[in-house]
């Protein structure tokens, strides 16, 4: 009995270790991401108050660009949720067995 309570600890920590790493991954990509929006919008707006032509048709590319990004951003929160959604659910039924 001792032994299946030891177990279960350390299942538990594995997981709660791999979540956490997880976590830290996508917040990492989120970031990254998050930081080169910064740099689109920057170079977006120059474009603009240039009101060069050809600046201004690069910007649609940037755009395009940029909500890109945003999706991307909008998966890795949802992949976040889901994942701690799980690890929170397998950490419950691993409380409920012992």
Sequence with gaps: ??????????????????????LQKNFM???????QNRLLINEINQNQESKIPVNLTRNVGLIRELNNNIRRVVDLYADLSSSFTKSMEASSEADCRD
């Design 29 to 35: 990509q989120v970031q990254n991401i998050l930081d």
């Design 1 to 22: 009995m001792e032994d299946d309570m030891f177990s279960g600890i350390v299942d538990g920590a594995q997981l709660e270790s791999k979540v956490l790493q997880k």
